[in-house]
Structures are given as C-alpha cells and as structure tokens.
C-alpha cells in the first residue's frame, strides 16, 4: 500500500494533466485515500517598521543622523547621484514617496547633501511604510516615510548650540506655563565655505556652491489630562548650481548639458493639531495643514522646470478599540 503525501499528489496531478489520459482507478482505489482534517489560518498584518532615535542613532552609517539609518532597512536603496542621493524603496523613484511629519505632509526630508531636514535632537521614531499602505496615502507610488517629532520638554527655558564641519545650529526651548511649553530650532550647511576644495575642476565646477538650511517649531498645550493642542512648522530650502568641465563624462555623453545644471527647492509647511479621547475610548486627531512646496530645476538646454505646489489640508483620524482586542480605524 502506498503512502500518498501532499508534495507526491501534486506532481501527480501535473503528470496526469500532461500526459494521455489516465483511469484514476489505475494509481489507487478509493479506501487508500486518507480524508485531512480541515486547517485553518489565522494571521496579522505585518508591522511597518518604527525604529525609536535611541536605536537609529546605533545604526552603522548613521553619522549622528536618525533619517540616514533608513538606508540599512532591507529593500531600500539609494537614487540620486553620489553625495545628492536620497533613500527609495527599490523599484521606485525617490519621487515617488509621501513625506509624513508629525501627522500632517511636508516637502521633503533629505538635504541636497543628504543629511535629514530635521534636528536630530527632535526626531522620537521614524516609520517606513514600503508597501500596503492605508487609503489615506492613495498617491503613495513608491513609500510613506513618516517623521515624529517629540514634544517640547516642560523645563526651565535653554538654549543649544551645535557647531560642527557640516552644520550649525540652534535649539531654544523650555516651557511657558504648568501645561504648556515651546522649542524653536535652525540648522544652516557649512559645504559652502569648503567644498570646492574637494571638486576636480576639470570635471565640473560650481557656479553656485551647496546650501541648505531648515527650522523646526512647537508649541504643546495640554489642554487636559485627555486633550493636547500643538501648533507646528517647518521648513527647509536648498540650492546648488554647477558647471560641467570639458572633460566631464556626462558632457560628453549629453552635449545639450554644456548650459549647467541648477536645483533650487524648498518648502514651509504649518499646522494645527488638536488630539483627544472622546466618550467610549475612540481617540481622534484632527489637523488643520499648509504647505508652499517651490521647485527649480534646470538640466542645460534640456529641461527647465519652475514650479510652485501650494496645498492646504484638512485632516482628521478615529480609531476605536473593539472588544476583542483589535481596533477599528
């Protein structure tokens, strides 16, 4: 008597759909059938990756930058050219993605020198969505990465200055009242005052050298122990221009580059936040959103781009926990 297993009925099944046709009667009578018993599966939606800043701040190649961590997640590759390289989940395009902060969008979060919009002093954890995302992101192409930013300390007011060969900024913050309390910070580039001294000039040279700059501001009011009102914004603006040097590879390959190449971006978004847990346990967000998003883009005599994205939002979110532990959204 045979033993039939569930790997040797498939290939019996592809055999006999192939080749001539066979009696069933002829590889086993019916009483050698065992009858299964029926298996039921059960599973969760996988959860998107949220890493605290503690954890992103280990991670090798970070450099003291949580955003910049995001590389090491798996399926996530760089798009760009060389030190201008943002992250992008493989496959797409890092025009692709949807940048989330603190709730509400904003216009990007990697610098033209790749390091992140935000003080790192400010980042709480960092969400990458790279796939079945909800319908609230239903013009995500390639990913949602989503940036909270932690409240402001309820503390006596200080003030931090961080000085460094890439940057320089400030941070000021401390509370106002008992339930209230603010920070306010600004970070500029320092690339510009020496990064030509790493550039071949035979291969390009820059007409308007690498700058960047950003700013982060918060106020947190707690209305009461089950209600919080926060006013937001942030910004960011970089610019960089360059001219490709005869012995440019890409001016050989693309001659209509000859004219230079020019990026210039930057946003301003501002917001209000008001949170609470209603009657029953449902918690609700609404937010009240604008963002200025400008681009100029300009490829030699290729491609001229000068564009202005004004968007103004209104948003709101429920969840409701149900009894059997799970939760409606």
């Known amino acids: 008597m045979f033993r039939f297993t569930a790997l040797s009925l498939c290939v019996l099944g592809s055999s006999v759909s192939v080749g001539e046709e066979v009696q069933s009667s002829t590889f086993f009578e019916k009483k050698d059938v065992a009858e299964l018993s029926t298996i039921n599966i059960r599973g969760k939606e996988a959860n998107t990756p949220k890493i605290s800043t503690k954890k992103l701040l280990k991670v090798p190649g970070a450099g003291g930058d949580p955003l910049r961590a995001i590389e090491a997640l798996p399926g996530v590759v760089l798009g760009g050219y060389g030190s201008y390289s943002v992250p992008a989940v493989r496959g797409a395009s890092p025009e692709d993605n949807i940048y989330i902060t ?82 306010v910070s600004y970070r500029r580039s320092m690339l510009e005052f020496y990064v030509e001294n790493f550039i071949d000039e035979d291969e390009l040279t820059f007409t308007e050298v690498p700058k960047n700059s950003d700013y982060q501001f918060k106020y947190h009011w707690r209305v009461s122990g089950r209600s919080n009102l926060r006013l937001i914004a942030s910004g960011a603006e970089d610019s960089v221009e360059i001219k490709l040097g005869e012995e ?82």
């Not at 949170?275 to 918690?283: E, N, Q, R, V």
């Not at 979110?317 to 959204?329: I, K």
């Open 102 to 183: 603190d709730f509400v969008p904003v216009g990007y979060v990697f610098h033209n020198d790749g390091g992140s919009t935000y003080n790192d002093n400010l980042v709480e954890d960092f969400k990458l969505m790279a796939g079945a995302w909800g319908s609230e992101y239903y013009n995500a192409l390639g990913s949602v990465m989503s940036t909270h930013l932690r409240d402001p300390y309820p503390e006596k007011l200080t003030t931090t200055l961080d000085l460094g060969l890439l940057r320089v900024g400030g941070l000021v913050e401390g509370a106002i009242s008992d339930d209230s309390a603010f920070y």
């Open 248 to 329: 440019s590879d890409f001016l050989q390959h693309e001659p209509d580059l000859a004219g230079g190449v020019g990026i210039e971006g930057s946003y301003d978004n501002q917001a209000i936040l008001f949170d609470t847990i209603l009657p029953g346990g449902t918690s609700a967000i609404f937010a009240i959103s604008h963002k200025e998003e400008n681009t100029d883009l300009g490829f030699g005599s290729l491609y001229d781009l000068d564009a202005k994205d004004l968007e103004k939002r209104v948003k709101n979110y429920y969840q409701t926990p149900l009894s059997n532990g799970d939760s409606l959204t």
